[in-house]
Structures are given as C-alpha cells and as structure tokens.
C-alpha cells in the first residue's frame, strides 16, 4: 500500500514542477513574443511616417518565428 502512495505523490510532485516549469517558460516565452510586437509595431509606426506601412509587421513576424 506504501507503494502506491509514494507513487502518487511522486506523481503529484512530478505534476507540480511540470507546471512551474510551464509558467516559467510561457512567460519567458510571452514576454518575448510580447516585446518582440512593441517592437515591431514602433517600428511600423515609426516607418508609416516614411510612408512604408506593414514592414514593421513583417520584422515582428520574423523575429517571434525566429
């Protein structure tokens, strides 16, 4: 009977820290992805004044596919 016990705490602590670690990279991730569009919309804003709309899109794309 200890044996299954074990097995689910294992498994319960296994769980645990495959969600943190989830969190941890989907923020990293977020926050990426997140700066990478900040980014690209600045520039897209900035070269819309240059009359060259969209390429600021394109290198955001670019960046988060990278």
């Known amino acids: 009977m200890t044996g299954v016990g ?6 319960g602590l ?3 820290h495959g ?7 989907g923020l990293k991730l977020g ?3 997140g700066l990478t569009l900040n980014v690209g ?3 897209e ?3 819309r004044r240059t009359h060259r709309p ?5 290198l955001a794309l670019g960046s988060v596919l990278v």
């Open 6 to 11: 074990e097995y689910r705490l294992g498994l």
């Open 31 to 33: 926050l990426r992805v």
């Open 45 to 47: 804003l900035g070269l």
């Open 19 to 25: 969600l943190k670690l989830g969190l941890m990279v």
């Open 14 to 16: 296994g769980l645990n």
């Open 41 to 43: 919309l600045r520039l």
């Open 54 to 58: 969209g390429f600021g899109s394109i």
